[in-house]
């Protein structure tokens, strides 16, 4: 995929590795509300959703509304231990340095807030153009529609079958399969089982960077 005009990188799971704590704290809380869960479901159910969704399926699944403040706690208490917790995922600072060459972005379901300060603690925030960071809170819908990439290329000048998008969630991988681009399935910690849709699917780093200079 030497040949693309855009890599769009998804963040947490790609960028930084975010997830089990992130869905830790998640899966803890909506516990509390009643939906019994562990870290390990909460990533299989949400990975790659908005809050909004989360919250959606959530409540769907409750039959019952979740206190309005739950996400504001959320947030609270991920931002508080990404100061030293989060780290970057294992490799892929590298595989930026080696694509320095390459027009690249990131579009990420969490909010604006959350990617700077992600980036920023993992020492990434400078791989990145400011105004290259997009985040779904930007578009109507979130993934698996295919609005925050589309949006993404549009803001980038770049058609998007022109694009390649990085993703670690299925969600994701339908997202931008919808928009028309090609996609890398990211399986650091998803099943690869589960990416089927991407045009390939790597296990990490090293295979990233091998896929985005074919």
Do not use: W
Request: hydrophobic content about 45%.
């Amino acid at each position: 995929m030497d040949d693309a005009g855009l890599i769009i990188f998804d963040n947490d799971g790609v960028l930084v590795d975010s997830e089990r704590l992130s869905n830790s704290i998640l899966a803890r809380l909506l516990t509390e509300q009643g939906l019994t869960l562990t870290t390990e479901q909460s990533i299989e159910r949400y990975l790659g959703s908005t809050m909004a969704r989360v919250r959606a399926l959530a409540e769907d699944e409750l039959g019952a509304p979740l206190p309005p403040d739950l996400f504001e706690r959320y947030h609270e208490e991920l931002y508080g231990r990404m100061g030293t917790e989060l780290v970057a995922v294992p490799g892929i600072a590298d595989v930026l340095t080696a694509l320095a060459d390459r027009s690249r972005c990131v579009a990420s379901s969490g909010e604006p807030a959350r990617i700077r300060r992600s980036l920023t603690v993992t020492g990434l925030i400078g791989e990145f153009d400011e105004d290259r960071l997009f985040s779904a809170a930007e578009v109507e819908r979130g993934k698996p529609a295919p609005d925050l990439f589309l949006h993404a290329a549009r803001c980038c000048g770049v058609r998007p079958d022109d694009c390649v998008v990085v993703e670690d969630s299925p969600a994701g991988v339908t997202a931008a399969r919808v928009a028309g681009m090609r996609v890398i399935g990211f399986a650091s910690l998803t099943p690869a089982a589960l990416l089927g849709e991407a045009d390939v699917v790597v296990d990490g780093a090293d295979g990233l960077y091998r896929a985005l200079r074919s």
